[in-house]
């Protein structure tokens, strides 16, 4: 085995380091499973855009940290390349079961006609009398017009399974396309799968965009001194009005707990963004819960962090767990 370390120890090794990450990049490249239409090119440009940052690299920690990006990418792809390849999968199995049980009902009575054919033919050989041909004829003439109408029939069902079939696929087809996302309970934000989904297309487009991490304060203290429907209140609340002060093209999602995310695309600076973010959240807001003797005011404030897309989306994923957890301890 290579130790890209060791290569990397010196000077002198450096370029031979360099030469092993880019071959094991090319071959990355170069041997991915196709898995859905264009998804695996969107993964070959992020492939190269490591591969020539490693030769760009200066240093080994450089090197190291591009390595991990390739890593994250080729484990990105592949667990979206086996959920296409399951779908598809799943859908030739339904049409092979269908198919399976056609065939078995047309080849039936097909397998009866050939035995009474063959005990036919053998009696025809052994028949020596006029009168015994003349039967075997009758009866050779009786299976003939049998097996006719058996074909005749095995036709008409034939066409009609087909016709199921391929309505049955359609429908399919038109299910998983038209299929909504299911939306979270308390918020009504479309959750974690779909937020996931949405950062991971993104990361491999060249648009430029930016994820804004929300911690919503208190919802603990809320959850404790009134009842979790209270901190689910003030959650649906802030959701409500945190989506009518992004931009239209913003797409709000609940993450986990408190925490929500929005995907920004931006050309600004992050500074401009921040900026843009910061005016939004610093304004403090109240919210009226109802109790049986009066009405209380609840302060309602988030914690945020605002993120640079990345070229591998678990490490995304990551920082935002992070983010969610560490300010969570805090509360």
């Known amino acids: 085995m290579i130790s890209i370390r060791k290569l990397m120890a010196d000077g002198s090794s450096e370029a031979p380091g360099v030469r092993v990450i880019q071959l094991l990049l090319q071959a990355i490249s170069l041997h991915a499973v196709e898995g859905a239409p264009g998804d695996r090119e969107k993964f070959r440009k992020v492939i190269e855009s490591v591969s020539l940052a490693v030769g760009e690299a200066d240093d080994g920690q450089t090197l190291m940290g591009q390595a991990t990006t390739a890593i994250w990418s080729l484990q990105e792809y592949n667990q979206r390349t086996s959920t296409f390849l399951s779908a598809q999968n799943q859908e030739l199995q339904a049409i092979a079961k269908m198919l399976t049980s056609t065939i078995g009902t047309i080849s039936k009575f097909g397998n009866e006609g050939i035995r009474q054919l063959g005990e036919i033919e053998r009696q025809l050989f052994s028949t020596t009398q006029l009168q015994d041909v003349r039967m075997m004829k009758a009866k050779l003439g009786e299976c003939l017009d049998q097996i006719r109408q058996e074909a005749i029939r095995q036709r008409e069902e034939t066409n009609k399974t087909v016709d199921q079939l391929t309505q049955e696929v359609e429908r399919t087809r038109t299910q998983i396309g038209t299929r909504p996302s299911l939306l979270d309970e308390v918020t009504k934000l479309p959750p ?5 989904y949405a950062l991971t297309e993104a990361c491999q487009t060249e648009e430029a965009a930016f994820v804004a991490v929300m911690l919503v304060d208190r919802i603990q203290i809320y959850n404790v001194r009134f009842g979790r429907e209270v901190g689910d209140e003030v959650l649906q609340h802030f959701a409500d009005w945190i989506r009518k002060r992004l931009r239209p093209e913003d797409r709000l999602f609940r993450w986990s707990g408190p925490a929500m995310v929005a ?69």
């Open 192 to 196: 974690r799968p779909v937020a996931e």
């Open 263 to 331: 995907l920004m695309p931006r050309v600004n600076r992050i500074e401009a963004v921040r900026e843009e973010l910061e005016r939004v959240l610093a304004a403090r807001f109240e919210y009226t819960v109802k109790t049986a003797s009066r009405g209380i005011l609840l302060p309602v404030s988030a914690r945020w962090s605002l993120l640079p897309l990345m070229a591998a989306p678990r490490l995304l994923f990551h920082k935002i767990d992070s983010f969610a957890n560490l300010q969570g301890s805090r509360e």
